[in-house]
């Protein structure tokens, strides 16, 4: 199966804010950023759109031209609890450094860890392949965690890379898996 993954665009947050699972808005820039993926998207057809159920996802869809796409909830972000809407350096919760010095499987107070998230991920993946033929290609239309665990799981790179270097807003990623 070949999956599409596609980033959203840039939001309307500021920098160093812990947004998650919020509802944000995308920033101004959007029908340029926007434009951008459709052209990256035109010489693809896809078989199944899948998006995250957040309307930064589902507007990047919608103007791709898939305003039927699926929602499920297993492509939304990591949700960050009760650090949603916070800047990271503000956050004062005693559980903090324990996150920070085990991201992936300390969850944030009151959210999931990223192994819950690379999880729910990866249902969805174990789902979509008894749905859809081997040949098929599906869009997921998502945001960089699970394009983190996508690309950990299907092309082999390390978290400590991919956190380091995560996919921008606008990526489109191809995988065959």
């Known amino acids: 199966m070949k999956l599409i993954l596609i980033r959203h665009t840039s ?31 035109d010489t693809h057809a896809f078989d199944r759109v899948y998006t995250s159920p957040l309307s930064r996802c589902v507007k990047l ?18 949700n960050f609890g009760k650090w949603e809407m916070q800047p990271y350096d503000k956050i004062f919760d005693p559980h903090l450094q324990e996150w920070f010095d085990d991201y992936m499987n300390v969850a944030p107070t009151d959210g999931e860890s990223a192994m819950e998230q690379r999880s729910r991920f990866l249902e969805f993946i174990d789902n979509l392949r008894k749905e859809v033929p081997e040949d098929a290609s599906v869009a997921l239309f998502t945001h960089g965690g699970i394009l983190i665990h996508a690309l950990n799981a299907f092309a082999g790179k390390s978290y400590e890379e991919l956190f380091t270097a995560m996919p921008g807003y606008g990526s489109v990623i191809e995988l065959n898996i």
């Open 11 to 41: 939001v309307a947050v500021p920098w160093g804010v812990c947004y998650g699972q919020t509802d944000v808005a995308l920033a101004a820039t959007f029908p340029e950023e926007a434009a951008k993926v459709m052209a990256k998207l």
């Open 61 to 78: 869809a919608e103007f791709c031209g898939f305003p039927d796409a699926v929602r499920d909830p297993r492509l939304m972000e990591m």
